[in-house]
């Protein structure tokens, strides 16, 4: 079984769309998070959220709006799309807080033409 | 502003011989140093971490070097092995922080 699970895996779309990138985590972890993976593979944080509540917003533009409906997913949606948004969006998930373990999901590879 | 600091950039390796990866920080109550290692196409796992009342944790042919004072810690892969090529983090986070922060990673080879 697979513990953190993203969807779609691959997304190619036009600038301007709005396009969303599904996680959910089978682990029963409390904490879930959003990375952003640039084409250096910097791995930078987006989100932090603790059982379904953002903790973290590190100054991400607000066309980037996290989701979680509860705690086992947390979606991610964009707006206005723009050619730097063109990246690897990685999703992961801890037992509670940045001192645990956490978890990779596959990624998404996001390309905006 | 960088907290956490990782060179090199890139690292070649003979098959068998040691890879020595280093980072340095900044932020003294940074109390949590894991290391991650992503393959390509992969999402990061976690290799090691350590925390900073010991100097040195070793878990089969990886080692973290931990140096409080000169606030840096390295990765020790010994008898470096082709299957060990891959990207490296460090990575620090402090208390009950919801946030890691990684260097900018490592490119390891190790050329068979």
């Known amino acids: 079984d697979t513990a953190v699970s993203q969807t779609p895996k691959y997304l190619v779309t036009q600038m301007g769309n709005d396009k969303s990138i599904k996680c959910e985590q089978n682990l029963g972890h409390d904490t879930m998070y959003w990375y952003k993976q640039d084409s250096k593979k910097f791995l930078k944080i987006m989100f932090s959220?603790?059982?379904?509540?953002?903790?973290i917003n590190e100054t991400v533009p607000n066309r980037f709006s996290p989701k979680s409906p509860d705690k086992a997913h947390l979606n991610l949606h964009i707006n206005s799309l723009e050619l730097g948004d063109s990246a690897v969006y990685f999703c992961?998930?801890?037992?509670?807080?940045?001192?645990?373990?956490?978890?990779f999901g596959p990624g998404t590879r996001l390309t905006v033409l | 502003q960088q907290q956490v600091k990782q060179s090199p950039q890139s690292l070649i390796v003979q098959k068998g011989g040691i890879s020595i990866i280093n980072c340095a920080y900044e932020?003294?109550?940074?109390?949590?140093f894991p290391w991650y290692q992503q393959f390509p196409g992969k999402g990061p796992a976690l290799l090691i971490a350590i925390r900073p009342d010991v100097s040195e944790k070793k878990e089969g042919r990886f080692t973290i070097s931990f140096n409080k004072s000169a606030k840096q810690f390295s990765l020790h892969i010994m008898d470096s092995q082709p299957g060990d090529s891959a990207t490296y983090f460090c990575?620090?986070?402090?208390?009950?922080?919801?946030?890691?922060?990684f260097g900018k990673g490592t490119l390891l080879t190790v050329n068979p």
């Open positions: 990575a620090a986070s402090k208390g009950s922080n919801y946030k890691l922060t």
């Open positions: 992961a998930s801890s037992l509670q807080g940045a001192a645990d373990t956490q978890y």
């Open positions: 932020n003294t109550a940074f109390d949590y």
């Open positions: 959220y603790n059982n379904k509540e953002l903790i």
